[in-house]
């Protein structure tokens, strides 16, 4: 087996609330299940039944989650949410449902990813690309046969994984791509572990990960990568950042939508800000 370093941990976030703008932090706790304290919320439209996505409901990223205190395994963390207008209040509050349920608009309630089954999450069909046609990112498919809705992970509030990983250099490429002045903030992809993977790569990173693992830091392993399509999230407004079509479009016409790679916990540990990554294959 081959082992070479790829990079170093240059950042950290967690989304306790899913679709909510989250957390940056100095280092996390990994588990199977993930960063712990991220996505240990969801929001459920009570009219669909299904779970709120940013995908459809941009103004998710108006919200923003963290974790209180200190995030144990197997305990679900204190969370505080922010809502538009400044206020501050607690996932577990009484009355949390009904006051994110005014700010947003839409009647939903908040719940614990303990409760997660085989959840479904809300999109539209025709915004869930931006303005790339459906087609353009995956050939065959359609907006006529195109459901409204998307399967999350098994018993939980992800969309396809518990782990998100994207390299430095691949953002770098896809902003050279793009030209001009682009918006490739790596917040636009909601990573757990950003990578500095260095200068000049001038490639897709994360394609030479697939089908080996990521050792990060004393002990935690990343398995099962695979590579991350992306949607209509990456072009929403947030905080400093603007709308931008354009970091969609670079990435669907240069690499059919994919960015970073999804991929499961094989060992568990603390990652840390400046921790090595390594390629084991």
Request: charged share 25%; hydrophobic share 40%.
């Amino acid at each position: 087996m081959e082992r070479r370093q790829v990079g170093v941990v240059a950042a950290l976030w967690r989304h306790p609330v899913k679709s909510m703008l989250g957390e940056q932090l100095a280092e996390v706790e990994i588990t199977e299940r993930g960063a712990i304290g991220d996505r240990v919320y969801a929001l459920r439209e009570l009219a669909t039944n299904l779970i709120v996505s940013a995908k459809k409901f941009p103004r998710m990223f108006e919200f923003r989650a963290a974790c209180e205190g200190v995030s144990t395994p197997g305990a679900c963390p204190t969370v505080c949410i922010r809502l538009p207008d400044g206020r501050a209040i607690h996932a577990e509050d009484p009355d949390a449902s009904e006051l994110i349920s005014a700010a947003l608009g839409k009647e939903v309630r908040i719940e614990r990813a303990d409760t997660a089954q085989s959840e479904r999450a809300g999109i539209d069909p025709g915004t869930v690309f931006g303005d790339v046609p459906v087609e353009n990112v995956r050939p065959g498919l359609t907006l006529a046969v195109m459901p409204d809705y998307f399967a999350l992970a098994p018993g939980t509030f992800f969309d396809s994984a518990v782990m998100h990983v994207i390299a430095s250099g691949t953002l770098r490429h896809l902003s050279k791509l793009a030209g001009e002045a682009s918006g490739f903030d790596p917040r636009r992809f909601r990573p757990t572990i950003y990578v500095e993977t260095g200068e000049g790569a001038g490639r897709f990173v994360e394609d030479e990960w697939e089908g080996g693992v990521l050792a990060v830091g004393d002990s935690v392993k990343i398995a099962g990568m695979r590579a991350a399509l992306r949607c209509v999230m990456t072009t929403h407004p947030q905080d400093e950042l603007g709308r931008d079509y354009r970091v969609l479009r670079t990435a669907a016409s240069s690499h059919n939508a994919n960015v970073g790679v999804f991929a499961s916990v094989a060992a568990s540990g603390v990652v840390r800000i400046g921790d090595g990554v390594f390629l084991e294959k």
